[in-house]
Structures are given as structure tokens and as C-alpha cells.
T-cell receptor, first 114, second 109 residues
Framework: KAGVTQTPRYLIKTRGQQVTLSCSPI?????VSWYQQTPGQGLQFLFE???????NKGNFPGRFSGRQFSNSRSEMNVSTLELGDSALYLC?????????????FGPGTRLLVL | AQRVTQPEKLLSVFKGAPVELKCNYS??????LFWYVQYSRQRLQLLLR??SRESIKGFTADLNKGETSFHLKKPFAQEEDSAMYYC???????????FGQGTELSVKP
């Protein structure tokens, strides 16, 4: 079974631009979560989508948004990029996102904002 | 507020020595707790979870509700155990994992 895939793997953007990251979950998984990983803040939850609906949201500004398609693939968008948005963005999937389910992580997209 | 604390940023031990990575949580209720591991240049992956009560790669973790801890232990560390270890808490429906800051384990020969 193929794992979670994320594209692109690396991105360089400049301040003020916007960026879209993509995540393809494991086949059959309908819950997709996004996390931001930075050296200072560690791993922080951004949001979770299930059946094309945002079900959970972390404490990030409105510049961070996402969506999920009918095939469970998900995208996240960051508008008006700031230097502090430089991070590794991880996507994770699980079947339905219930409490006891394991989340499987993708390799991440490393975003550098100049 | 729900919080996970891993007090050690770096833990360095010699091969064959016992290792304990500490994890404390704050949550009123019965959380689901996990240990994730990230080896160099690899993706974050599940090591073990509280509900399974299993031993993976020689590691075990016991939930102590009285002390609100979920420490990860291994009696004899191996060099291949060197990695970043993250303790995480999950509560309720939805894929929100709350991670600790992580502990880097370095096992020296």
C-alpha cells in the first residue's frame, strides 16, 4: 500500500507570495491532518479535514487555509507569506480520524520564505 | 489546556545502557497517548501507542494516570535507536495530535 505523499517536497518563496501544498492520503483514508514543524515551536496542528469538511482547527491565522477533495486528497494554502512561515509542513492521514487510530505521516514539504 | 511535556531535549546514553524518555501530559480525562519516532532523513512514524500495550523494537511505555506520565523505556539501547522521539496526545474525534517538543536520543558505541 502506498504511503502518504506530499508535493512539492521543497519550495522557495518570497514574502508576500502565496503557496499551495498538496497531500495524497493512503488509499481508503478519509481523514487528513496538517502540521507545521519548526525548530522553535515543534510540531503544531494546523487543521484536519474529513469527508471534504474541516473538522478541527489549530491556532493559526486565517492566512492558513485548506480544503479536501472528494478523493480525499487535500491542499493547504498560505497567503501573504511571512518569514516565520518557513517550516516543514507535514500531512498525516487515517481512516476516519477517531481517537485510537494511528496517523500516518508524509515526508513533508519544506518551505523556505525569503 | 491540553499539553504534552518532554523535559529533555537531548538524551545521550551508551550502547547497552537502559534508556527512559520522559513524557508528562496535562489533560482531564482519559487521553490516547502515542510515541512517534523520526529517524534521520525519514518520515515521522508511529512507534507505539498506549491502547495497544505492545512492545516495539524493545520499547515499552506505561500510562501512569496518577502521575500523568507516559514514559518510554528500553532496557538495552542500540545505536540504531538514535532518533528524535515525540510523545503525543490525542483526544476526541478528529485527527488533532498534540505533540511534545521532542527528545533527541543519541546512543553512543
Amino acid at each position: 500500500k502506498a504511503g502518504v505523499t506530499q508535493t512539492p517536497r521543497y519550495l522557495i518563496k518570497t514574502r508576500g507570495q502565496q503557496v499551495t501544498l498538496s497531500c495524497s492520503p493512503i488509499s481508503g483514508h478519509r481523514s487528513v491532518s496538517w502540521y507545521q514543524q519548526t525548530p522553535g515551536q515543534g510540531l503544531q496542528f494546523l487543521f484536519e479535514y474529513f469527508s471534504e469538511t474541516q473538522r478541527n482547527k489549530g491556532n493559526f491565522p486565517g492566512r492558513f487555509s485548506g480544503r479536501q477533495f472528494s478523493n480525499s486528497r487535500s491542499e493547504m494554502n498560505v497567503s501573504t507569506l511571512e518569514l516565520g512561515d518557513s517550516a516543514l509542513y507535514l500531512c498525516a492521514s487515517s481512516r476516519t480520524g477517531t481517537e485510537t487510530e494511528t496517523q500516518y505521516f508524509g515526508p513533508g514539504t519544506r518551505l523556505l520564505v525569503l | 489546556a491540553q499539553r504534552v511535556t518532554q523535559p529533555e531535549k537531548l538524551l545521550s546514553v551508551f550502547k547497552g545502557a537502559p534508556v527512559e524518555l520522559k513524557c508528562n501530559y496535562s489533560y482531564s480525562g482519559s487521553p490516547e497517548l502515542f510515541w512517534y519516532v523520526q529517524y534521520s532523513r525519514q518520515r515521522l512514524q508511529l512507534l507505539l501507542r498506549h491502547i495497544s500495550r505492545e512492545s516495539i523494537k524493545g520499547f515499552t511505555a506505561d500510562l501512569n494516570k496518577g502521575e500523568t506520565s507516559f514514559h518510554l523505556k528500553k532496557p538495552f539501547a542500540q545505536e540504531e535507536d538514535s532518533a528524535m522521539y515525540y510523545c503525543a496526545l490525542k483526544r476526541g474525534e478528529g485527527g488533532k495530535l498534540i505533540f511534545g517538543q521532542g527528545t533527541e536520543l543519541s546512543v553512543k558505541p
